[in-house]
C-alpha cells in the first residue's frame, strides 16, 4: 500500500510491531494500542520514533498522557463507510493539541482524501496506487469550506463577515 | 428565498465536477460498485428497481420560480416529464440514466440546487415549516438557522460517514408544521422565560421499525451556541452510535440504550470544550446569513378585499377552495395558498413539468417568485394577495392543482413503494389511488374533516405511517401484499404513534377497512366537530377494532 506524505508517495520509514514481536532498537515502529498501553512507561523511554495503532472503538482520551511521547498514531478505517477515526483525529488535534503525525490506514481511498486532510490527518496508508498518484488533484478538488476544521482553513462563515472574497484556489495542504 | 454567493455557487460547481469524475471512474470501471455507492448515495442516486433515482435537495423547502423551471427542465431532458415531491422536502426523479447524471446535476447547480447529502450516512436535506417567514404564529424565521446548520454540515470532514443517516428539522411556530419530534435531531425556537429566543434541542426521533419520538435534552440553547452544540452531538454519535447492526445505528437507538440524560450529559461534556470556539456564532456572521434572504416587498393591503367576498359568493367550488387550501397570512391583505397534488386517482406528491413551469409562472405573477414544498408533499404559494385569489384558483384549476382536499382523507402521504423502491414489500401508491377514487366525494370528505392517511411500503417507513391519524404499513406475508392498520398517530407538536388494530389485510381490502374506519368515526363522533384524531383519542382503537374486524 502506497504511502503519501507532504502531498507525495514516499517510503515507510515505520516498521509494524506486533503484539508478539521484538521490537527493534532505534528504529521507528508502531505498535499495538494494546500492548502500548500495558509498557507504555519503557516504551516511550526507548531511542527511536514511537508510534501507535490505535483501534476506532476506544477513546482517544486515553492517549492523552503520552501525546508528548507518541511521533505518530495510526487511525483506523475497517470499512470506507466507517468514519468514527474522523472524529478521532479532530479531538486529538484540536482538543488534545497533538502535533505529530496522523496516519489514516485502513480502507483508505481517493474520495476520503479531502476529509481526511481536514479532519487533521497528515499520513496516509492508500489503498490503491492510483488514487495515492491522485492525491494532490483530489485534496484541491474543493477551494471553499464551510465549516472549520483540524486544517485551519478560513471557512465561508468568517471569510463572508470579514468580507474578504474567496480567493479561488486551493486551500488544502497536505 | 436564501441567494447563494460565490461561495456557495463555487462549492456547487466544484461538487458537480467532482462527481462528473466519480462517474467517469465508475463507467470505466475502476471504481467497483460497492465503492461507487457511498459516493453516488452523498449526491442523491439510489439505485431502484428499474433505473437510479435522483434525489435533489430544496433545503427548508423554499423554491425560487427560477428553480421549478430547472426542476421542470430536468423532468422533461432526463426523465419521462414528472417529478416526485418527498416527505422530506426534496424532489425524486425516477428514471435517470447515470452517464446523464452529472449533467443534470451541472444544470441543478447552474440554480443553487443540488444533491448533496440527500442520501447516504451523513447529515441529511434540513427541512423546517413550508410556511416560514409568513406563518401568524411564527417567532421567527427558521430559515436563518435552517441555513446556518445546512451550510455547517455540507461536506462536513467528520460527519459524512456516521452510523447512519440524520435528519434535523428547525421549527419556530406554536403550532408544528414540520413534524419536529420525528427527527434524529429538532431544533424549536421559543422564547424563555427571560424573554431571550433560543433553541429546545431534542434528540432521538425517527420513524422506520423501531420508531421513537425526540426527547428533549436541552430546553434552551443560546442562538450563539447552535452550531457548536450540534457539533457536539454528531461528534458524540459519530464515535458511540451502533455500526454493528443497521437496524441499529439511527440515533435514536443510542439515545434509548443511554437513556436521554446519560446522552445529553455525554454531549454537553463535548459541548463546553467546543462551545466557546471557532463555533460560536457573532452576530456578524448570522448578520451575513440573514442578508442574504430575500423577501417581498409587500404592498399596503387590508384584509377581506369586497371582491374577495363577492367571488365566494358566486361560486361555491370557489368558495370551498377558499375555506380549505388557503391560509391566514401574517401580512393584511395576503393569503398563503397549498397547492394540492392530491388529485383524484393521482401519485400522491407528483408534478409533472408542464404542471411545474406553470407553477413557476403563477408564483412570478402572484406570489413574488417563490413556492414552497412541504412534507405533506404539497406545494404552497406563500404570499400570494387576497384580491388575486379568485384568478390565482382558475389559473391552478385549469392544471389540476386546486383540489379542496388539503389535510381531508384524500390527501395522502405515501411513499413510492413497490413500484419503484428496491427496499419495498408492497405497493403504496395504489392503495393511495384507490382511496381517493372511495373518497372522490368532498361533501364527504368535508363531513370527515381533518384525516391524514400515511402509507409506507415496508417497514423503513418513508410515507410517516406511524404518525398517520390512519397508518397503512405494507408487509409480505407469503409472497403476498398485506397493510398492517394503525389509528392515533400524529406529527404535530402533540406528536403520538398510532396503535395497531389488529392482523394485517391483504391488497383488494385496504380500501374497504378505510371506508369501515370512516363509517365507524361518523358513528362514534360526539359532535360534527369532533376531529378523527380525538375520537380515537377518547374511544381508543377498540371500538374501530370492530368494526374491521367483525366481518373479517
Redesign the interface.
Known amino acids: 500500500m502506497p504511502l503519501v506524505e507532504n502531498g507525495r508517495i514516499v517510503e515507510d520509514r515505520y516498521v509494524r510491531v506486533d503484539d508478539d514481536a521484538p521490537i527493534p532498537e532505534r528504529v521507528p515502529v508502531i505498535v499495538p494500542a494494546g500492548r502500548f498501553l500495558a509498557d507504555a512507561d519503557a516504551l516511550t523511554r526507548r531511542d527511536g520514533s514511537l508510534g501507535v495503532a490505535w483501534p476506532n472503538d476506544r477513546?482517544v482520551a486515553e492517549l492523552q498522557p503520552w501525546l508528548g511521547h507518541l511521533a505518530l498514531i495510526a487511525l483506523h478505517f475497517p470499512k470506507?463507510?466507517?468514519?468514527?477515526a474522523?472524529?478521532?483525529a479532530?479531538?486529538l488535534r484540536?482538543?488534545y493539541g497533538y502535533g505529530g503525525t496522523l496516519r489514516a490506514t485502513g480502507d483508505v481511498?481517493r474520495?476520503q482524501f479531502?476529509?481526511?486532510?481536514?479532519?487533521g490527518f497528515n499520513s496516509f496508508d492508500v489503498k490503491k496506487a492510483?488514487d495515492a498518484r491522485a492525491f494532490a488533484e483530489s485534496v484541491a478538488?474543493?477551494?471553499?469550506?464551510?465549516?472549520?476544521?483540524?486544517d485551519g482553513t478560513v471557512?465561508?462563515?468568517?471569510?463572508?463577515?470579514q468580507k474578504a472574497?474567496?480567493a479561488?484556489k486551493p486551500r488544502v495542504k497536505a | 428565498m436564501y441567494v447563494y454567493?460565490?461561495?456557495?455557487r463555487?462549492?456547487v460547481t466544484?461538487r458537480v465536477?467532482?462527481f462528473r469524475d466519480?462517474v467517469a471512474r465508475r463507467l470505466s470501471g475502476?471504481l467497483t460498485e460497492e465503492?461507487f455507492k457511498?459516493?453516488r448515495l452523498m449526491n442523491g442516486v439510489y439505485l431502484q428497481l428499474h433505473a437510479y433515482m435522483l434525489r435533489t435537495a430544496i433545503p427548508y423547502g423554499t423554491l425560487s420560480s427560477e428553480q421549478l423551471r430547472m426542476l421542470a427542465h430536468v423532468a422533461r431532458k432526463y426523465d419521462r416529464g414528472y417529478g416526485h415531491f418527498t416527505t422530506r422536502q426534496n424532489i425524486q426523479y425516477h428514471w435517470i440514466k447515470l452517464a446523464e447524471l452529472p449533467d443534470a446535476m451541472a444544470d441543478f447547480a447552474s440554480v443553487g440546487m443540488h444533491g448533496m447529502q440527500t442520501s447516504g450516512?451523513c447529515v441529511r436535506n434540513i427541512t423546517t415549516d413550508q410556511w416560514a417567514g409568513v406563518a401568524p404564529d411564527e417567532i421567527e424565521d427558521p430559515r436563518l438557522w435552517a441555513e446556518?446548520v445546512r451550510?455547517?454540515?455540507?461536506?462536513?470532514?467528520?460527519?459524512?460517514?456516521?452510523p447512519r443517516k440524520f435528519k434535523i428539522a428547525v421549527g419556530s411556530s406554536s403550532h408544528d408544521r414540520a413534524a419536529l419530534r420525528t427527527h434524529d435531531l429538532a431544533l424549536r425556537l421559543h422564547r424563555n422565560s427571560a424573554g431571550e429566543l433560543g433553541f429546545e434541542v431534542l434528540v432521538g426521533g425517527g420513524l422506520g421499525r423501531t420508531p421513537f419520538l425526540a426527547q428533549t435534552i436541552k430546553p434552551f440553547l443560546a442562538k450563539r451556541d447552535v452550531l457548536s452544540y450540534v457539533e457536539a452531538i454528531l461528534?458524540t454519535y459519530?464515535?458511540f452510535g451502533r455500526?454493528d447492526n443497521i437496524y441499529k445505528a439511527r440515533i435514536k437507538i443510542l439515545v434509548h440504550e443511554l437513556g436521554p440524560e446519560a446522552f445529553a450529559k455525554e454531549v454537553d461534556a463535548e459541548w463546553q470544550?467546543?462551545k466557546d470556539?471557532?463555533?460560536a456564532l457573532?452576530d456578524?456572521?448570522v448578520?451575513?446569513?440573514a442578508a442574504r434572504f430575500r423577501y417581498p416587498t409587500y404592498e399596503r393591503l387590508d384584509d377581506g378585499p369586497p371582491e374577495l367576498a363577492a367571488a365566494r359568493r358566486a361560486n361555491r367550488s370557489f368558495d370551498a377552495w377558499m375555506s380549505n387550501s388557503v391560509a391566514n397570512h401574517k401580512v393584511a391583505g395576503y393569503a398563503i395558498v397549498t397547492l394540492s397534488l392530491k388529485p383524484e386517482g393521482g401519485t400522491p406528491g407528483d408534478a409533472t413539468a408542464e404542471q411545474m413551469d406553470a407553477i413557476a409562472d403563477l408564483a412570478d405573477r402572484y406570489s413574488f417568485g417563490e413556492i414552497r414544498v412541504g412534507h405533506e408533499q404539497n406545494l404552497t404559494l406563500p404570499h400570494v394577495a387576497q384580491r388575486d385569489l379568485p384568478a390565482l384558483w382558475r389559473a391552478l384549476a385549469a392544471i389540476g392543482v386546486a383540489t379542496p382536499n388539503v389535510n381531508f382523507i384524500s390527501d395522502i402521504i405515501s411513499c413510492p413503494g413497490l413500484d419503484y423502491c428496491s427496499l419495498a414489500n408492497a405497493r403504496s401508491i395504489p392503495i393511495a389511488q384507490e382511496i381517493t377514487r372511495r373518497f372522490h366525494n368532498l361533501d364527504l370528505q368535508r363531513d370527515l374533516g381533518r384525516l391524514h392517511v400515511n402509507i409506507s411500503g415496508c417497514i423503513n417507513a418513508c410515507g410517516h405511517h406511524h404518525v398517520g391519524h390512519i397508518g397503512i404499513l405494507g408487509v409480505e406475508k407469503n409472497g403476498e401484499e398485506f397493510y398492517q392498520i394503525t389509528l392515533g398517530g400524529k406529527a404535530d407538536e402533540n406528536a403520538t404513534l398510532g396503535t395497531l388494530i389488529g392482523p394485517a389485510v391483504p391488497y383488494a381490502q385496504v380500501a374497504d377497512v378505510v371506508e369501515d374506519i370512516a363509517a365507524a368515526y361518523l358513528e362514534l363522533r360526539q359532535r360534527p366537530d369532533e376531529l378523527f384524531i380525538d375520537t380515537v383519542k377518547r374511544t381508543g382503537v377498540e371500538p374501530f377494532r370492530e368494526r374491521v374486524y367483525a366481518t373479517r
Open positions: 477513546r470506507f463507510r466507517d468514519g468514527r474522523y472524529s478521532h479532530r479531538l484540536e482538543h481511498l474520495d479531502s476529509f481526511l486532510v481536514r479532519a492510483a478538488r474543493y477551494s471553499v469550506f464551510y465549516q472549520p476544521s483540524a471557512p465561508a462563515l468568517r471569510q463572508r463577515s472574497p474567496a479561488g | 454567493d460565490a461561495f456557495d463555487t462549492l466544484e465536477a467532482e466519480q475502476e465503492e457511498p459516493l450516512n446556518l451550510q455547517h454540515v455540507t461536506l462536513h470532514p467528520e460527519f459524512s460517514f456516521m461528534r459519530n464515535q455500526r470544550s467546543i470556539g471557532a463555533l457573532d456578524a456572521a448578520d451575513e446569513i
